[in-house]
């Protein structure tokens, strides 16, 4: 990841939209706030800094005076927690004016009496215990994330780093779902774990991309997902096509193919392909999740049968690796241990640099 001054970050986020169509559509702004807002002790029910722009409006986040931002989508990181510190919220108005056409108008408005209203909490969805087909659970999970709207303020409000241990990633979902506000694609990736750790039978794992469009390159990651011999994603983006899939794919690479089109619909070309290791459902592990494990650089370079084959023999190998919650015991009963599964070593799964 690119970064300035240790809070301006690369984006793991998703593309903006062709020139076209920002010239096509018009700009609404749909900044809700409290009067006092994020700053307020009751963080967990403080309105959010949601929506700012439609899509055909919605711009590269690229700091004016950051001299590789053609190298990325940039966006500020909330490092301070909660409450969010006087100089980091107003950092975030200020960089939400600079960027929107309205100006400085923006936050007046926005955070004018019009707007001091309450607003709902998503509730978590509790899909471990929820009798229902495993297709249900992954769209209640979906509908949850979708709940909390996409941040488009260009400040991401939780931090994640990448790296952590998992134990670590599990305390700062808790606070996302304790602050309810508006999430990117990295942290409703991490997110997805959380909300579906326990769930039988179902296996999780990274799934990156990196394309380009214009000049200028996006990243994105979701969260791949696994039951029963069918894939399919969770996760957040601007565009709803790269986000939610359902169960629906019979291999890895058919996976793969509906996320490509669905860039190429949008006019991006898929540079960069990383999958991950799946990813344990002991929310108190110290392991830390393997984002890539098997990279395809240059992917739209490589034919594409090739390459699907490559994809098909890696996921055949994670599958001979898989750990499901039939092993893992999360809640043990009193005086009881936890069993917990031996650790996969991410090297026993070959990595492929096609």
Sequence with gaps: MVSKSGTLQSACSTP???????EAETVTAEL??????????NAGRVATLSK????????????????????GVLFYVNKTGFPMADNIYQRMWDFACRKHPDGNDLSKRCQSEQFATDVTVPKEPKVQSL??????????????MDSLEYNHTGTQFFDIIKNRPLISLMEVCRKMVQESLPIKCLEATVLGIYLTNGVSGLERFP????????????????????????????GMSRRDTLAYKSLQFDSLSALV????????????RVSRLAIGVPVTHDSRSFETIVWGNFIVNSYWKKPKDEVGVEIDKYAKEMRTKMRTTQTVRLQPTMGQLPVVVPPIDSKLITSSNT
Excluded: W
């Design 52 to 71: 700012s722009y439609s899509r055909g409006d919605l711009r590269d986040d690229e700091d004016d005076d950051n001299d590789d931002a053609e190298e």
């Design 131 to 144: 009798r229902a087909p495993i297709k249900t659970k992954l769209k209640a999970v979906q509908s949850y």
């Design 32 to 41: 809700l706030t409290y009067r006092n807002p994020i700053r307020s002790s």
């Design 16 to 22: 903006a939209l062709p020139t076209s169509s920002r």
């Design 207 to 234: 799934l990156s991309f990196k394309s380009r469009f214009g000049g200028r390159s996006a990243r994105h990651v979701v969260l791949g997902v696994y039951h029963g011999g069918m894939y399919g994603s969770l």
């Design 257 to 268: 193919t509906s996320f490509e089109k669905c860039y190429a619909e949008i006019g991006h």
